[in-house]
């Protein structure tokens, strides 16, 4: 099942968090899915960062539809290529680290929801006048939430999503969602290394439900 960018920006707002995920062997990437999906979670990033992300990835898409309603991306594309790839796994949403223009226009040519990273005001309306209309705050932890005000003080149509950085507690989820965030991508501040390492599922599905549940308070 596909879904229009509208449907996608929604149940980003809806959840308000957006896991960003990788690993390069399928079961883990499968008990991670299963988890995050029990705990609510609607809309996942698995990213292209090992050597066999686009085999991982193909095989977790289709393992993944089973829940007809979650929505399943990848991130860390770079190239035309990689997004053409990605586009043929079948990809819900295509996000980049950077604002990179080929993936912009195979993105808008396939009519596939594309996110942009940006780290200046000149990449967010540059990202802006190439169609986009979320875009991803990128690192996070070194533009902080005062760059997200500046931002939609002057492109007040702009969604913008914080990630790297973000933490799954109320003090800092708060900050993010006051400066006016769309939605927030958090990766290993909610995957612990270790708790993967040890399959403590139902621990990190309770970590997951506890973010999800700040992000309800807060919005």
């Not at 000149?122 to 705050?137: I, N, R």
């Not at 996070?140 to 760059?147: A, K, S, V």
């Not at 800092?172 to 270790?194: D, E, I, P, Y």
Request: glycine content about 8%.
């Amino acid at each position: 099942m596909s879904f229009t960018q509208d449907e996608v920006l929604l149940k980003m707002a809806e959840t308000g968090m957006i896991p960003v995920f990788n690993h390069r062997d399928i079961d883990i990437a499968k008990e991670v899915l299963d988890t995050s999906y029990k705990a609510g979670v609607r809309v996942f990033e698995f990213t292209n960062r090992e050597s066999n992300a686009l085999e991982v990835f193909k095989n977790l898409k289709i393992y993944a539809e089973k829940y007809e309603d979650l929505m399943l991306g990848i991130g860390t594309i770079f190239t035309r290529e990689e997004a053409r790839r990605y586009f043929f796994a079948e990809a819900d949403f295509i996000v980049s680290p950077a604002l990179v223009p080929d993936v912009a226009k195979f993105c808008s040519m396939k009519g596939r929801f594309w996110i942009p990273g940006c780290a200046t005001l000149s990449e967010v309306y540059q990202a802006k006048t190439m169609g986009a209309t979320l875009v991803k705050a990128f690192p996070g932890n070194l533009l902080g939430p005062g760059f997200i005000k500046a931002v939609l003080s002057v492109l007040p149509d702009i969604k913008m999503m914080p990630t790297g950085g973000v933490e799954p507690n109320m003090e800092n989820l708060s900050v993010w969602f006051k400066a006016g965030v769309h939605c927030v991508g958090m990766g290993s501040q909610l995957f612990g290394k270790k708790a993967i390492e040890q399959g403590d599922f139902d621990g990190l599905e309770i970590n997951i439900k506890s973010a999800l549940n700040i992000i309800q308070e807060l919005k």
